[in-house]
Nanobody, 118 residues
Framework: QVQLVESGGGLVQAGGSLRLSCAAS????????VGWFRQAPGKERESVAT???????YYTDSVKGRFTISRDNAKNTVDLQMSSLTPEDTAIYYC????????????WGQGTQVTVAS
């Protein structure tokens, strides 16, 4: 069984930076796709960034140029470097991973809170 555990969340002032990390444990695979999602109060969960095994990436428009997703296959970690944070980035951030080629995300972390103060 694979487990994903996020860390690195917290309180930061607007304009600041945070680095989230997601560690995979258990039966680990070479994930085909890893990603970060977020859910703000009263809003639906949204995809923030995705990285495929090929190296291709996706970012939602609101974070382009500010967030960077990276992965370390040797360490089984996926990081999300966030900069120029705004209060609109406040949310619970979740990491997720997919083993195969399907659209469904196979594994999810428990989430880490990011709060950006104005």
């Amino acid at each position: 069984q694979v487990q994903l555990v996020e860390s690195g969340g917290g309180l930061v002032q607007a304009g600041g930076s945070l680095r989230l990390s997601c560690a995979a444990s258990g039966r680990t695979f070479s994930f085909n796709r890893v990603g970060w999602f977020r859910q703000a109060p009263g809003k639906e969960r949204e995809s923030v960034a995705t990285r495929w095994r090929s190296g291709s990436t996706y970012y939602t428009d609101s974070v382009k140029g500010r967030f960077t997703i990276s992965r370390d296959n040797a360490k089984n970690t996926v990081d999300l470097q966030m900069s120029s944070l705004t209060p609109e980035d406040t949310a619970i951030y979740y990491c997720a991973a997919t083993v195969g080629m399907g659209a469904t995300w196979d594994y999810w972390g428990q989430g880490t809170q990011v709060t950006v103060a104005s």
